[in-house]
């Protein structure tokens, strides 16, 4: 059963500490999408990948976050210096690029910054 | 910029009963997807349903079913038979397709509607 996973699923930290997420993609699939989720805003798209390439990452603030993708297994989002209004669900999606690019969703990184 | 509207924060269904969750949206696309999302209360989002704005007939998953009207910009669920398992929060999202007829892949998502349903 292919699945998204994502690591940790959960992580606390102090204000100005890096957060790094990871992101393993389902095998075979070429685009890769990093979603927010708070309260206020909903879901929101901080980047995406496609064929590893970044193509967007306009919702993404750009002095603090960042998003890799080093293989076609691996997508990470780094945060530095962390601070309290990033605390969210991160999600990280994939998808086959096709027509009609249905995306599969990872179980979310719950980030808490004190 | 397309804009997903989810009127009703919060709805509640008796099991075994008919619920319906309603969703428009603004665009000036010809071509593009729309989607239903499940989050239960683990947070994963599951996929439930999904509908090209190109096809008239309205899309159909078991229990689940939706009522696209295009020049109305509605998009809702119909959930039949709900059970237990179905309460969870449920977003409707928005893609738009490009001229190549692959996605551009940004999802936008309504606010969401937490459905309950009762025993």
């Known amino acids: 059963d292919a699945r998204v996973t994502q690591t940790p699923r959960d992580k606390v930290t102090e204000m100005g500490q890096e957060v790094t997420m990871r992101c393993q993609p389902i095998?075979?699939?070429?685009?890769v999408f990093w979603y927010r989720q708070t309260m206020m805003q909903g879901l929101e798209l901080l980047a995406y990948f496609r064929n590893r390439a970044p193509l967007d990452d306009s919702g993404m603030p750009k002095d603090r976050f960042s998003a890799e993708m080093p293989d076609a297994t691996l997508a990470t989002l780094k945060i530095q210096p962390s601070e309290p209004r990033d605390s969210a669900v991160y999600f990280c999606?994939?998808?086959?690029?096709?027509?009609?690019?249905?995306?599969?969703f990872g179980p979310g990184t719950r980030l808490t910054v004190t | 910029a397309q804009t997903v509207t989810q009127s009703q924060p919060e709805m509640s269904v008796q099991e075994a009963e008919t619920v319906t969750l309603s969703c428009t949206y603004d665009t000036s696309e010809n071509n593009y997807y729309l989607f239903w999302y499940k989050q239960p209360p683990s947070r994963q989002m599951i996929l439930v349903i999904r509908?090209?704005?190109?096809?008239?007939q309205n899309a159909t998953e078991n229990r689940f079913s939706v009522n696209f009207q295009k020049a109305a910009k509605s998009f809702s669920l119909k959930i039949s038979d709900s059970q237990l398992g179905d309460t969870a929060m449920y977003f409707c999202a928005f893609m738009k397709q490009n001229a190549g007829g692959t996605s551009y892949g940004k999802l936008t998502f309504g606010q969401g509607t937490i459905l309950t349903v009762h025993p």
């Open positions: 509908q090209e704005a190109y096809k008239q």
């Open positions: 999606a994939s998808g086959t690029g096709t027509r009609s690019d249905e995306q599969y």
């Open positions: 095998l075979g699939h070429n685009t």
